[in-house]
């Protein structure tokens, strides 16, 4: 079992920034990628980036991509996902994923899954 734990959502006003993190603890070498995902209400999950385990390779969604960064620190087992330049339309619950595939970037590419942390942007 791989355990992931989020942190450093919260309330921000449009234009702000935010740094999410994910501490992964267990078997984690069974994990190839880390990723995150985020759910608005009354949407389906949605991509946002992933990192390969030794932290090398990343992947984003396309529009995402210049405004959020992932990274990773390998001695904390540390993923973290920086955001930017934040509008309304980021608000959601933001998950932290754990998988085998690499770089997946679809939700059934990932088994372990973090608790989701609130982001909320006001405008």
């Known amino acids: 079992q791989v355990q992931l734990v989020e942190s450093g959502g919260g309330l921000v006003q449009a234009g702000g920034s935010l740094r999410l993190s994910c501490a992964a603890s267990g078997r984690t070498f069974s994990v190839h990628s880390m990723g995150w ?11 946002v980036a992933t990192i390969s385990w030794s932290g090398g390779t990343t992947y984003y969604a396309d529009s995402l991509k210049g405004r959020f960064t992932i990274s990773r620190d390998n001695a904390k087992n540390t993923v973290y996902l920086h955001m930017n330049s934040l509008n309304p339309e980021d608000t959601a619950v933001y998950y932290c994923a754990a998988g085998s595939y690499p770089l997946g970037t679809v939700p059934y590419e990932y088994i372990y899954w973090g608790q989701g942390t609130q982001v909320t942007v006001s405008s």
Do not use: H, M, T, Y
């Open 37 to 47: 995902f985020r759910q608005a209400l009354g949407k389906e999950r949605e991509f």
